[in-house]
């Protein structure tokens, strides 16, 4: 089992950056990629970014060049950049960990909220 905690999450203006962490314990040693997951409300919840544990990465093309994903294998901990945040970008941001290829952990979910 992996256990993700997500913290970074917050109330910001269009233009502004936020930093969100997740921290993962437990087995981690399995995990193969972490990503962060938004969902809006009334909408599905879509890919933001991932990457790979070699570091390979891949965002969206709504945060492309605005957001970079980065990782810490030493604390297990993966991080999320945003820059230029737009209204558009409010949503519960959720962590991903793809266990073993095929097993998908999820964090508890951390709120954005970006005012125009």
């Known amino acids: 089992q992996v256990q993700l905690v997500e913290s970074g999450g917050g109330l910001v203006q269009a233009g502004e950056s936020l930093r969100l962490s997740c921290a993962a314990s437990?087995?981690?040693?399995?995990?193969?990629?972490m990503g962060w997951y938004r969902q809006a409300p009334g909408k599905q919840r879509e890919l933001v970014a991932v990457?790979?544990?070699?570091?390979?990465?891949n965002y969206a093309d709504s945060v492309q060049g605005r957001f970079t994903i980065s990782r810490d294998n030493a604390k297990n901990t993966v991080f999320l950049q945003m820059r230029s945040l737009k209204p558009e970008d409010t949503a519960v941001y959720y962590c991903n960990a793809k266990w073993r290829g095929t097993v998908n952990f999820w964090g508890q979910g951390t709120q954005v909220t970006v005012s125009s």
């Open positions: 990457i790979t544990s070699g570091g390979s990465t």
């Open positions: 437990g087995r981690t040693g399995s995990i193969n990629a």
